[in-house]
Antibody, heavy 119, light 110 residues
Framework: QVQLVESGGGVVQPGRSLRLSCAAS????????MHWVRQAPGKGLEWVAI????????YYADSVKGRFTISRDISKNTLNLQMNSLRAEDTAVYYC????????????WGQGTLVIVSS | NFMLTQPHSVSESPGKTVTISCTRS????????VQWYQHRPGSAPTTVIY?????PSGVPDRFSGSIDSSSNSASLTISGLKTEDEADYYC?????????FGTGTKVAVL
């Protein structure tokens, strides 16, 4: 069965960096695009970024463009999110999700990892 | 970029039917697929409808999706409500490499 397990969350000061990872299993990782989606406390879901199945293209929400970088390691079946210049408004649970294809959206999601940006 | 607007909350008794709307602010609702996700607090979101009206395996046929071009909106209908259906529900669509989630609807089963 599809499994997505996020890690790397924690408490970080504003302006600092953090790297999230997502270990994928139960499917052929190299055949699927992958997303990061976040949910701030008391707020709704917000799409963050997508990387194509082969890593050839990446796209970002305007709120994180230029600060976050999505990447993947096919050899390790791992998705990453490098987050730089963090702000208080980046505080959220970050979910890794597999893309369902057909220009649709995510189909399977991980449990999420909490990032708190605070001094 | 477009927005997807949902009612903040809906409530109904067990066994009844609820319908959640998702209105697209600009561009045609029919131009890109709409997905619906169920999200219980502390759990991973799960897909209940994909590609406008398709149910993933394991999702009961009490869940159904549709789109209405005249109102530029999508709808999720849950019939025969059960207490386990109590959750937040989000619609989602796509345009020009931008993925948009709806504002979310809290479903309460009284």
């Amino acid at each position: 069965q599809v499994q997505l397990v996020e890690s790397g969350g924690g408490v970080v000061q504003p302006g600092r960096s953090l790297r999230l990872s997502c270990a994928a299993s139960g499917f052929t990782f190299s055949r699927y695009g992958m997303h990061w989606v976040r949910q701030a406390p008391g707020k709704g879901l917000e799409w963050v970024a997508i990387i194509w199945y082969d890593g050839s293209n990446t796209y970002y929400a305007d709120s994180v463009k230029g600060r976050f970088t999505i990447s993947r390691d096919i050899s390790k079946n791992t998705l990453n999110l490098q987050m730089n210049s963090l702000r208080a408004e980046d505080t959220a649970v970050y979910y890794c999700a597999r893309d369902g294809g057909a220009a649709a959206g995510p189909d399977f999601w991980g449990q999420g990892t909490l990032v708190i940006v605070s001094s | 970029n477009f927005m997807l607007t949902q009612p903040h909350s809906v409530s109904e008794s067990p066994g009844k039917t609820v319908t959640i709307s998702c209105t697209r602010s600009s561009g045609s609702i029919a131009s890109n697929y709409v997905q619906w996700y169920q999200h219980r607090p502390g759990s991973a979101p799960t897909t209940v409808i994909y590609e406008d009206n398709q149910r993933p395996s394991g999702v009961p046929d009490r869940f159904s999706g549709s789109i209405d071009s005249s109102s530029n909106s999508a709808s999720l209908t849950i019939s025969g409500l059960k207490t386990e259906d109590e959750a937040d529900y989000y619609c989602q669509s796509y345009d020009s490499s931008n993925y948009v989630f709806g504002t979310g609807t809290k479903v309460a089963v009284l």
